[in-house]
């Protein structure tokens, strides 16, 4: 048995090779069906991998072996009495002071640097690059400590910028000039130190101050406590109000969790290319099979089981997967230089600053590129393998029974693809569903449409037979009838057609509505003429202080009539960490668009000033705020506090949510009278453009400032908008190069399937120019079904991603606006790709002779 | 069919292995550093007699590069049982005074603070060190003197609460030692009017006065248990730059009470072949405070026996005659115990010592501290 088991299989492998060599063109097209799939997966995955490993690298090297942080309400940080009460009552534990911000350097491009300001002294516990062999080398930290604007940098940075010891290096700190110099090169010991060292600038904690100008302040005091839940308890009770112990791990999970969804939805939506590259294989495996059902019919004769015969086909998919997800790893990689760029681009925009640069080739992505790209492969081929393994050793079936079969199952696959889209949209009406869930039900929708598609293409094929008929004389009725002869084949590949001019449609549907969306929001919500900030570098708030001074000229400036202040900052509540912006624009009832309103418009102002808040649409999903009663907790300065829901607006400007607060209630509260935005309403007839500019020149040199005029901002925030939906845009391209293959590949299998017919044709006179016609009238009727089909399914898909996906993953609301021109777009694209791929076989077909084709029986 | 399972197997065996060897493992980051050496400049040196005025000569002097606050004492706790202590305070100035610049931050500083704390727990035969270093600003560590002195690190501080009287704080480890210090015979000079030279270069020298004879009284607080303890102390304050010479590699330093009611301190000056240097020096407080001066051909220090240390195998002198002709003193010198090895930034001996000798035929005895440094790395340079 064993010894006939290993014959067989043998020859059984060499069955499959051969057939794959000797149809080098079909399996050529099997492997670039599914190394495009598995290029986007891994390109998508290398980009969300790599984001999240900069992100944890970043953190690793600010957190190093702290188990605990002390955090403070305060934005401006705690105050560095805190630390040093501790260090004075003896606190027993390792604890040391961080100050971090992040700098620009002009000689740089403006690449954002982390500043770290740190004690050395009392660093070593936690971070070990300044400890040398346990010990603190004091005689090479002299200048360091002593000498004002001294840093550390990594050797990389020194290399890369040509930087030495000793020279200066000038930046830019929230908006000011600073100089640094540089006192010394950190060479990190490995490549894992070289990653986590990058875009380090390595500061005493004086100079960090010195630097930020925030004297007297910390961002956090880093301590390793005993893991005893009495010793934190007791040692929380000796806390100053304001100040709170969170673990070390905490924040940067809840930062994780921040992108969790922006990636998930990456992800999602490179799973849909590959799902196109499934339908791919299943078509051309089942092709595989039906060409060989007579090999397969005498192999069984001579003894070989089904199993086996299962083996073979399931086989050759390995193969075809094994090679397909190797280039396609290869090819991933290199698109993975494109969306690494564009993924750390959004997540700086949208969420945090990385300063982390090069990240290694993660080997996980591109383990899950080949796992993924051989099993979906391999699944692909179950069915069609099945259908191998039942061929009856006698003889094998006549194609026409097998089609005969495939047109009998349409009512079945029908019914499945009803019940698809009723599973799914039971699956959105689940109430504890959350993403999974939403995810799963969209897939269910999309292989619901695509089963639904058969039936609706056949129908849509038989009325075709008429008008086609009087256009082109018996070739028009041919066509469509070949096409419901072979629909094993055509279904198959106007499924996958379809599918993939449906994500095209509805992924334009719902970028199209999202920008809409913004445009509304940004009318209501920008209203002021001129808007001040001082630059940060993430894209969507500022967070950064106003000097003074600026303030001061704007307050008595004769060209504005309303001046409006806001303070943003970063506010751990009790569903996590928010962005509160206190305002003073009495008029925010009129100047946000609502969801919900608890307070009579004329009447919001007033219930912020008596201590309520208005909390926007994501964070009243996630921590479920809808209704007139509720509440959320802030930590502030004078400790935990409750504070009313007024009401809920559309933002659109963070998935985690945001806060707006009275300003005067906020400076009792936080003490802090600092002013991180300005926006200026004009006088009529006040010129923007030229009170912005004189405003630059006149505060130009007290700080950075960004001063730009109502339009101006909005252009930005729409570049930011389009910068985000970049690679949503490139992914949707990419899966219509999938879909446009997938159907040059069905079309030709389909084609080269029919030489004997062609030559038959042939035979009985048609001429080439006939033949060429009837390629194009299958190609172009199967595009046009796939366009037509492809209209109400991506219309479907669109509201599916803007009322669950969306809605699930970043708590907005968007406003549906179908656009017409999406729609023919997509119909154009499907049309093209049709005939495009219809092109060679037409022009093979006209060329060959009917002997030629007939001979080959 | 086999076969396929196998290479599937196989396959799914090398992917998994990739994974998990693919996933960071959690290391710390490490760098080296590469510096530019420190700038060469001048602190001032301890060069001839100056005046002293208490309290604010009790604090820091950071126009010299080092200093350092001294306080050891022997006790015992109302059971019988022994303890030795020891709390230093260390100061290193890292800029010399033209390189100085004024800067904005609290924390900005070019003082730096060690201190060492060390307990011995004679009748257990236990000993324990610890070390702390610290930034002299932002309040973390520093002297005051204004109204009285003190000098801390953190928490372990010596706070002078009125003219003669001193509180003295350290805790660490389950260690704390809680003690109020009176000072019975006022600041001692130390050699010409304060100024003890150590090499033949006058500037190789340092400033130095003591307490020497503190009596001490307070609670000590070992794993939990409390006891009220007493005894006596002394301090040292030294502070210059530079103080040893080339060549000098440290020294065996004696502060000895006597039953008598005077004290003896003694210093010798070792070279780098064991050699006494000429600088070596010493001192006599009579019970009324007044002093003798020991030359180097005043007295002679005899080593009776040594102790290797099983930690460091570092050899240490462990028992001494201590002989000074001129006042017919004649002192048998023993460790406590023998293992008092501080094993710190540096490694050097420091301990609880006991005495038994006569003088002008009469028998007496005492108690005292003794340190042992340079003999398992020079210190010359760092001192």
Known sequence: MSWSASFLSAGILNVSVRYLWRHRLQSLLMVVGVALGVALLVAIDLANVSARRSFELSVETVTGRATHQLVSADPRGIDESVYVNLRVQGIGVPVAPVLLDFVTAPRMEGRALQLMGIDPVADAPFRSYLNLNGQVPLEQLVSFLTRPGAVFIAREMAEQYALDIGQTLEVEVGGKRRELWIAGILKPKDTLSRRALDGLLLADIATAQELTGRLGKLDRIDLILPPDPRFIRSFEMQLPPGVRLEGAATRSASLDQMTAAFRLNLTALSMLALIVGVFLIYNTMTFAVVQRRELFGTLRCLGVTRREIFVIVVGEAFLVGILGSFFGIVSGVILGRQTVQMVAQTINDLYFTTTVQSVSLPAES?????????ITTMLAAVLPAWEAASVPPRAALLRSGLEARSRRAIGLVTVFGLVAISSGYGLFSLPAGGLPAGFAGTFLVVLGFALLSA??????????????????SFVGRMAPRSLINSLSRTAVAVAAL???VAVTIAVNLMIDSFRYTVTLWLEATLQGDIYISAPTLTATVPSQPVAREVVDVVEDLPAASRVNYSRSITVDSSRGAVRLSAISNERIGWERLYLKRFVPIEETWQALQEGQILVSEPLARRADLMTNDSVLRLFTPQGWQTFHVAGIYFDYASSEGAILMSMDVYQKLWQDDAVTAIDLRLRQGVDANQTAQDLQKKLGNVQELLIRPNRILRAAVMEVFDRTFAITAALRFLATVVAFIGVLNALLLQQMERRWEVGVLRALGLTGKQLWQLAMLETGLMGLSAGLLAAPTGYVLALVLIYVINQRSFGWTLQLLPQPETFYQALIISLTAALLAGLFPAWRMSRLQASQLIRNE | MKKWLWIVGLITVALGVGISLSRPKSQPVQAQLEVLPALEGEFRRAEGARLFSFPSDHGAHPDYQTEWWYYTGNLIAEDGRLFGFQLTFFRRGLVPLTERV??????????????????????????????????GAAGLAGTRVDPLYQVWLENWQVTQTATDEYHLFAAENG?????????????????????????????????????????????LIVEGEGLDVNGEGWMDHEFGTSTLSEGQVGWDWFALQLSDGSELM??????????VDPFSRGIIVRPDGSTILLRYEDFVIKVTDTWKSPHTLVVYPAGWIIEAPGEDLTLQVMPRMADQELRLSFTYWEGSVEINGERAGEIISGQGYAELTGYAQSLQGRF
Do not use: C
Request: glycine share 10%.
């Open chain 1, 455 to 472: 039936l609706l293409m056949v129908i849509f094929l038989k009325i075709s037979v008429y008008p086609l008929g009087r256009l082109f």
């Open chain 2, 175 to 219: 260690i704390t030692l809680d003690l109020a210090l009176e000072d019975t015979k006022g600041p001692i000079l130390q050699g010409i009017d304060g100024y003890s030279q150590k090499g033949p270069d006058p500037g190789n020298a340092s400033y130095y006065y003591s307490q020497s004879r503190l009596a001490l009284q307070g609670r």
């Open chain 2, 102 to 135: 004024t800067r904005e931050s609290k924390w900005a500083t070019d003082q730096i603070y060690m201190a060492h704390f060390a307990l011995s727990r004679i009748s257990d035969r236990r000993f324990d060190a610890f070390e702390r270093f610290s930034r």
């Open chain 1, 366 to 374: 591109l383990v899950k590129g080949m796992v993924v790209g051989v």
């Open chain 2, 266 to 275: 003694v210093y010798t000056i070792r070279g780098v072949e064991g050699d």
């Open chain 1, 498 to 500: 379809m599918v993939a």
